[in-house]
């Protein structure tokens, strides 16, 4: 699983808009959690996911009409240089770590009601094909697929 460093630009003044693009980012997670930092003009997230950097990005431009203005997506390595408190570090950087008392995260297995959601979205994501999912479980086992990849199977078996 890569770790990605997403930077959005635009107005998150209401903590519905940027509520609203945590739960819509989600598809893109493999990660136990979404960490994120915010101020007005920029949202910042941090996750892992097994999608790649193409798809990434077709699928945060399709998310963007009216949520953000732009945004800047690169994965995250030890090359990579961040100013920011030691705290703040800890808290953006940790991916493994569940914190309940921090509103800076967001599980996204909690509400059914983003599974649906989430699930509209993802048809929309490239799947990948069965020779691929095949492949993967070839080389690394069947737990190494994603949730995504494991639904996308299972559809394959139904056909």
Known sequence: MKKYLLTIFGD?????????????????????????????????????????MEEMHEF????????????????????????MSEDDKKHLFGLDKDDENDDQYLNYTEDEFVALLLNEVKMKIKS???????????????????????????KYSKN
């Open 12 to 52: 998150f003044k209401s903590e519905a808009t940027y509520n609203e693009v945590a739960t819509l980012l989600t598809p893109l997670v493999d990660s136990p959690t979404l960490k994120f930092q915010i101020n007005n003009s920029a949202f910042i997230c941090y996750f892992g996911s097994e999608m790649d």
């Open 60 to 83: 945060l431009e399709l998310l963007s009409y009216d949520l953000y203005d732009s945004f800047i997506l690169s994965e995250y390595t030890d090359k990579v240089s961040v100013f």
């Open 128 to 154: 990948p094909t069965l020779d691929q999912l095949l492949d993967k479980i070839k080389n690394s086992g069947m737990e190494s697929l994603t949730p995504f990849e494991k639904g996308t199977l299972e």
